[in-house]
């Protein structure tokens, strides 16, 4: 990860800029650098993974222009092809093609790219500013008004606190210019119901996804896989490893009382060859853990915030412990393939405007979560259930394909990788459980017992009135939310709301978000 700040204006104190720039350096350990465009700042924390001579420093100039970019360019070598008749490049960064193509075509260029980014561009002839964001929102970006109504964007809304009065986060698939936020791709929105045969679907979401798999294989910098012993994680370091010349590095996180997948993780990590390492924790660990799990995270949600807590840690393992740099992870096939709380879905149409919902939504809940977790240790997200091609494909599907007819969720991916001795049966078929419940259902009773005895029934009845947005309703999200407030005093606006399950559909009006809860977990996680 890197971390990108532009102060839009010729007003802009250097000082002020700098002083919520430091907040994430940890995003960018290797190099910082800040410059003046006549008209503002922009600035950069690198973490150098492709390019990683000091010629793929950032910002970027190109006649009078400037760029800072937080993002892979998947196939920016073909892009760069197309330009070399017209301009000369200096570094081997997938970035340093930004400028030429903005010169070429102006913002047409963000439809035009395979790419988790976001990014800030100062165009010199102009004198305007143009920021951007992947379809997704995998790579994050904030903005907020200073108080002479300036426009100010960061990486994090930390950069931001002091300094804006309201920060909300960029919106994915949107480019911004003229003081309008305007969308060049709704990536969850599919034009056409794609009318593919059950064979012909699966067919190509192997295909798919295994392209998105091999393109995010590619850095300079060395590479690791998150190991849950899900279906998901397991799907791609599966296939990883099959497209990898020598055993890659895996790394599972469990409690050490009753870690539910640290077997599943370590049968999958046998079957296919990996070089393993399990991390261990205890309640201590988790419990220290929470208050700086959310103010990296910048959340109140509960999900998320429970989620966050093994991610972050094994990530801070592998970060003390080794030279990675590049960590792929099984996030956002649960938005595409359906929840638990999906199987109660009333028809198709409510499943396919469910999983529209949760992929817009997406930047405020499990992307966050990896990006935060990851980034904060200073490493790389890579998340190849995110490929554009690969998400544009699944939500053209026929929805009555995706719902769960088959008595498995997720059928269509588990039947797409059922040849080829990808998984073990019993992973490929096995039933889902949420990754917080899987590091350990101690982890999440820890966090509910240590939240109870914070609040007396009267004071927590009488706390949660002083919120009117995303109230909270448990004891548990009335001590996240309090802790949020105070390293992001009055922003919860920036998350919409809980991550729940739909409660307006039979089965789903639960009051927590765990898949534990509801009537058809079942088997999940045992």
């Known amino acids: 990860?890197?971390?990108?700040?532009?102060?839009?204006?010729?007003?802009?104190?250097?000082?002020?800029?700098?002083?919520?720039?430091?907040?994430?350096?940890?995003?960018?350990?290797?190099?910082?650098?800040?410059?003046?465009?006549?008209?503002?700042?922009?600035?950069?924390?690198?973490?150098?993974?492709?390019?990683?001579?000091?010629?793929?420093?950032?910002?970027?100039?190109?006649?009078?222009?400037?760029?800072?970019?937080?993002?892979?360019?998947?196939?920016?070598?073909?892009?760069?092809?197309?330009?070399?008749?017209?301009?000369?490049?200096?570094?081997?960064?997938?970035?340093?093609?930004?400028?030429?193509l903005y010169e070429e075509y102006g913002t047409d260029m963000f439809r035009m790219l395979d790419a988790e980014f976001a990014c800030i561009i100062y165009d010199g002839k102009t004198q305007e500013?143009?920021?951007?964001?992947?379809?997704?929102?995998?790579?994050?970006?904030?903005?907020?008004?200073?108080?002479?109504?300036?426009?100010?964007?960061?990486?994090?809304?930390?950069?931001?606190?002091?300094?804006?009065?309201k920060i909300m986060p960029f919106p994915p698939g949107h480019y911004y210019r003229d003081g309008a936020f305007i969308c060049y791709l709704d990536i969850a929105k599919a034009d056409t119901v794609c009318r593919d045969d059950l064979e012909t679907v699966c067919r190509k979401i192997r295909e798919k996804l295994t392209a998105g798999i091999e393109k995010r294989l590619v850095a300079d910098a060395k590479v690791g896989f998150l190991l849950s012993g899900g279906l998901d994680s397991s799907l791609v370091c599966a296939v990883a490893a099959k497209k990898s010349s020598e055993p890659i590095r895996t790394f599972a996180i469990g409690m050490s009382e009753?870690?539910?997948?640290?077997?599943?993780?370590?049968?999958?990590?046998?079957?296919?060859?990996?070089?393993?390492?399990?991390?261990?924790?205890?309640?201590?660990?988790?419990?220290?853990?929470?208050?700086?799990?959310?103010?990296?995270?910048g959340t109140f949600d509960i999900t998320t915030i429970r989620a966050s807590i093994g991610m972050y840690l094994v990530c801070k393992a592998i970060h003390e412990r080794t030279d990675i740099r590049v960590i792929l992870t099984g996030e956002?096939?649960?938005?595409?393939?359906?929840?638990?709380?999906?199987?109660?879905?009333?028809?198709?149409?409510?499943?396919?405007?469910?999983?529209?919902?949760?992929?817009?939504?997406?930047?405020?809940?499990?992307?966050?979560r990896a990006d935060r977790c990851i980034s904060v240790n200073s490493l790389e997200a890579r998340v190849p259930f995110g490929d554009l091609d690969f998400v544009h494909y699944v939500m053209s599907v026929d929805p009555r394909m995706k719902m769960n007819i088959y008595q498995k969720g997720k059928y269509l991916l588990r039947h797409a990788f059922e040849d080829g001795d990808y998984l073990p049966e019993e992973i490929l078929w096995r039933e889902k459980a949420a990754f917080s419940d899987a590091v350990g259902h101690s982890m999440v009773d820890y966090l509910k017992e240590y939240a109870d005895g914070c609040y007396t029934e009267e004071e927590y009845k009488t706390k949660c009135q002083n919120y009117s947005h995303a109230v909270p309703f448990t004891k548990e999200s009335l001590l996240y939310r309090e802790i949020f407030e105070e390293y992001y005093p009055g922003q919860s606006e920036m998350i919409v709301d809980f991550w729940m399950p739909n409660k307006e559909w039979e089965g789903c009006n639960v009051d927590d978000p765990s898949a534990r809860v509801l009537a058809n977990y079942g088997a999940s996680g045992e």
């Open 332 to 368: 956002i096939s649960d938005e595409l393939f359906g929840y638990k709380y999906t199987d109660f879905a009333p028809s198709a149409e409510e499943f396919q405007k469910e999983s529209e919902k949760r992929v817009r939504e997406l930047h405020m809940y499990d992307v966050l």
């Open 1 to 100: 990860m890197c971390s990108i700040m532009g102060y839009c204006d010729s007003s802009a104190d250097l000082e002020t800029f700098q002083k919520g720039f430091r907040r994430t350096i940890s995003r960018g350990p290797d190099d910082s650098r800040i410059v003046d465009t006549g008209k503002g700042f922009l600035g950069f924390h690198r973490l150098a993974i492709m390019g990683l001579t000091p010629s793929g420093m950032q910002p970027f100039a190109l006649n009078g222009n400037y760029v800072v970019c937080n993002g892979e360019i998947y196939g920016f070598e073909k892009l760069k092809q197309t330009l070399l008749h017209k301009y000369t490049f200096k570094s081997d960064s997938d970035c340093e093609i930004l400028l030429p």
């Open 258 to 297: 009753d870690a539910i997948d640290l077997k599943y993780a370590k049968q999958v990590a046998e079957h296919i060859g990996s070089e393993h390492t399990e991390v261990m924790i205890t309640k201590e660990d988790v419990l220290d853990a929470l208050r700086s799990v959310i103010e990296l995270l």
């Open 129 to 165: 500013y143009i920021a951007a964001r992947d379809p997704i929102g995998i790579r994050p970006l904030y903005y907020g008004y200073d108080s002479a109504g300036v426009i100010v964007f960061a990486s994090e809304a930390k950069n931001l606190v002091g300094l804006c009065s």
